[in-house]
Protein backbone atom coordinates (compact mmCIF):
# COMPACT_ATOMS: atom_id res chain seq x y z
CA UNK A 1 0.00 0.00 0.00
CA UNK A 2 1.17 3.24 -0.97
CA UNK A 3 -0.31 6.73 0.22
CA UNK A 4 0.50 9.95 1.77
CA UNK A 5 -1.03 8.44 4.84
CA UNK A 6 0.38 5.31 5.08
CA UNK A 7 4.00 7.33 3.69
CA UNK A 8 3.46 9.28 7.11
CA UNK A 9 3.04 6.42 9.56
CA UNK A 10 6.43 4.38 7.91
CA UNK A 11 8.41 7.49 8.62
CA UNK A 12 6.88 7.25 12.22
CA UNK A 13 7.50 3.34 13.04
CA UNK A 14 4.31 1.70 12.30
CA UNK A 15 5.15 -1.53 10.53
CA UNK A 16 4.40 -2.69 7.42
CA UNK A 17 2.45 -5.55 9.21
CA UNK A 18 -0.04 -3.29 10.82
CA UNK A 19 -0.40 -0.83 8.01
CA UNK A 20 -1.82 -4.28 6.17
CA UNK A 21 -4.42 -5.35 9.00
CA UNK A 22 -5.48 -1.89 9.62
CA UNK A 23 -8.57 -2.80 7.37
CA UNK A 24 -9.83 -5.32 9.68
CA UNK A 25 -7.98 -4.13 12.79
CA UNK A 26 -10.68 -5.68 15.15
CA UNK A 27 -9.48 -9.07 13.93
CA UNK A 28 -5.47 -8.62 14.05
CA UNK A 29 -3.82 -9.36 16.78
CA UNK A 30 -0.97 -7.20 15.50
CA UNK A 31 -3.34 -4.13 17.66
CA UNK A 32 -3.97 -4.04 20.76
CA UNK A 33 -7.03 -3.90 23.57
CA UNK A 34 -6.31 0.04 23.42
CA UNK A 35 -5.47 0.87 19.79
CA UNK A 36 -8.38 -0.56 18.09
CA UNK A 37 -10.94 1.46 19.73
CA UNK A 38 -8.83 4.66 18.84
CA UNK A 39 -9.18 3.43 15.42
CA UNK A 40 -12.78 3.31 15.41
CA UNK A 41 -12.86 6.88 17.21
CA UNK A 42 -10.71 8.18 14.86
CA UNK A 43 -13.18 6.50 11.76
CA UNK A 44 -16.00 8.43 13.44
CA UNK A 45 -14.38 11.62 13.65
CA UNK A 46 -13.25 11.80 9.84
CA UNK A 47 -16.90 11.02 8.87
CA UNK A 48 -18.18 14.21 7.75
CA UNK A 49 -19.82 14.98 9.81
CA UNK A 50 -18.17 14.01 12.63
CA UNK A 51 -20.50 12.25 14.72
CA UNK A 52 -18.64 11.31 18.22
CA UNK A 53 -19.24 12.37 21.65
CA UNK A 54 -17.27 12.39 24.60
CA UNK A 55 -18.47 9.74 26.26
CA UNK A 56 -17.44 7.17 23.23
Known amino acids: MRD ?3 DFGREH ?5 K ?3 LSDHH ?3 VFSDL ?5 DYAV ?3 R ?3 EASEGR
Not at 35 to 39: D, Q, R, Y
Open 48 to 50: TPA
Open 35 to 39: EKPVF
Open 13 to 17: GVTEE
Open 44 to 46: VLT
Open 4 to 6: IGS
Open 27 to 29: ASE
Open 19 to 21: LMA
